[in-house]
């Protein structure tokens, strides 16, 4: 009997075979892999992206809200408002609390919770009764703003007087007076530098006048 010739596969073409699946696969999972962290990235921004969004409307609404309060000063005129390049005070007409009446002071600032991690972070307490500075805020919870921040930079947009043209600067210098606008410019821990935001101060210096409600130039509380 004739023993019939049996087709296979040699031990050389099943390792090649073996060796183009293995390369195949690796190419594959390389392509998922990418589309799985391009998603991410996307997802990534579009949420930072949302956040900062939602940050920048609740920062222009507690802006747009300035009150022009002035501290309770029977010498000199002081409204209660300090602004600086890194951080800014001021008194916001919107309650300290949802069970609480009346003005709340506002303290914005970069502070840090760990190495190279910085955030903007928002305080907010109540004025107390003989209110001659922004003390309060000290013992107040923060709030945070914007997570992961580089730096941050505020100006200020007025003058010392109606007369002259206002101007922008990196601190406001005149205690007897309000900027009209407010600009914040944040730079992201990746260094990304986010689109100015400015904020106009709705309610003019007349608000914060007890004693001279027909001028600009108020008067000091008499003791």
Same mark, same amino acid.
């Given at each position: 009997?004739?023993?019939l &010739?049996q087709?296979?596969?040699?031990?050389?073409e099943?390792? !090649? /075979?073996?060796?183009?699946? *293995? @390369?195949?696969?690796?190419?594959?999972?390389?392509?998922?892999?990418f589309? !799985?962290?391009?998603? =991410?990235?996307?997802? @990534?921004t579009?949420?930072?992206?949302?956040?900062?969004?939602?940050?920048?409307n609740?920062l222009?609404?507690e !802006?747009?809200?300035?009150?022009p309060?002035?501290? $309770?000063?029977?010498?000199?005129?002081r409204?209660?408002f300090?602004g600086?390049? $890194?951080?800014?005070?001021?008194?916001?007409s919107? &309650? /300290? #609390?949802?069970?609480? #009446?009346?003005? *709340?002071?506002?303290g914005?600032a970069v502070?840090?919770? #760990?190495?190279?991690?910085?955030?903007?972070?928002m305080?907010?307490a109540?004025p107390?009764?003989? *209110?001659?500075?922004?003390?309060?805020l000290?013992? /107040?919870?923060g709030?945070?703003l914007?997570p992961?921040v580089?730096?941050?930079?505020?100006?200020y947009?007025?003058?010392?007087?109606?007369?002259? =043209?206002p101007?922008?600067?990196d601190?406001? @210098?005149?205690p007897?007076?309000?900027p009209?606008?407010?600009?914040?410019?944040?730079?992201?821990? =990746? #260094?990304v530098v986010?689109?100015?935001?400015?904020?106009?101060?709705?309610?003019?210096?007349? @608000?914060?006048?007890?004693e001279?409600?027909?001028?600009?130039?108020c008067?000091?509380?008499r003791?």
């Open positions: 009997m004739r023993r &010739p087709a296979g596969f040699t031990l050389l099943v390792v !090649l /075979a073996l060796a183009l699946l *293995a @390369a195949m696969l690796a190419m594959a999972w390389s392509g998922l892999e589309a !799985l962290r391009s998603w =991410d990235l996307g997802m @990534a579009g949420q930072r992206t949302a956040d900062t969004r939602l940050s920048q609740f222009r609404r !802006l747009s809200e300035l009150f309060m002035r501290w $309770k000063d029977p010498m000199t005129l409204f209660a300090e600086e390049s $890194k951080r800014l005070k001021f008194v916001s919107r &309650p /300290a #609390g949802l069970a609480l #009446g009346g003005l *709340a002071l506002v914005l502070e840090s919770d #760990g190495p190279r991690r910085n955030h903007l972070v305080r907010r109540l107390d009764d003989a *209110a001659r500075d922004f003390g309060p000290e013992k /107040a919870e709030i945070i914007f992961d580089e730096s941050i930079e505020f100006a947009f007025g003058s010392n007087n109606d007369m002259n =043209d101007l922008w600067s601190a406001w @210098a005149y007897g007076r309000i009209l606008l407010v600009r914040l410019r944040v730079r992201s821990a =990746d #260094g986010q689109p100015d935001f400015i904020s106009r101060v709705m309610l003019g210096e007349e @608000a914060g006048c007890l001279s409600a027909f001028q600009r130039n008067r000091p509380r003791p």
